[in-house]
């Protein structure tokens, strides 16, 4: 293995790698608010289910920029084309806006989809609108895998 694909798939691992740990965190959140409140307001467990399952996605977006990083550098298609330390910094770089993005956004999405759980509790019928909120955070893990993908895509091996 040369140091130029070990880089790349150090970038692959930290995308969805740190996209996946914000969201396990961020899960936690609403995870734990969901289930407090449903021990008041079960009747409402499918707005709970969905403010859980939000910040999940950032999960989801770093498993896309890996799969991406993984065709890129052929790991699926035999062996991997030797690739230059250059292009390997290139790709690991290419992974880290969906790596810090995801992770960071995961978090503080869970801490709005936990508020939005209290909401809910409180006013039901305003649920939608702690999940617009928590959507404005999803926008930023959204901007984080575009501009991984765009990366991943000028890069030529």
């Not at 930290?14 to 009747?43: C, F, H, K, N, R």
């Not at 989801?60 to 390997?88: E, H, Q, R, T, V």
């Not at 992770?103 to 939608?128: E, N, W, Y």
Request: aromatic share 8%; net charge neutral; charged share 10%.
């Amino acid at each position: 293995m040369t140091f130029g694909l070990a880089l790349a798939l150090l970038g692959t691992g930290l995308a969805v790698g740190l996209a996946g740990v914000g969201s396990s965190i961020g899960i936690g959140y609403a995870g734990q608010a969901s289930a407090g409140a449903m021990t008041e307001d079960p009747e409402n467990f499918g707005r709970y289910l969905i403010l859980t399952a939000l910040p999940g996605t950032q999960g989801i977006y770093g498993f896309i920029a890996a799969f991406l990083l993984i065709m890129k550098i052929n790991l699926l298609g035999g062996s991997p084309p030797a690739i230059s330390i250059a292009d390997g910094l290139n790709l690991f770089f290419a992974a880290l806006p969906i790596a810090v993005l995801g992770f960071i956004s995961a978090i503080h999405q869970g801490k709005v989809c936990a508020a939005g759980v209290g909401l809910t509790v409180k006013r039901p019928a305003d649920s939608m609108k702690a999940m617009v909120l928590a959507v404005f955070v999803e926008f930023y893990a959204v901007l984080g895998l575009l501009v991984t993908i765009f990366l991943i895509n000028g890069i030529k091996l």
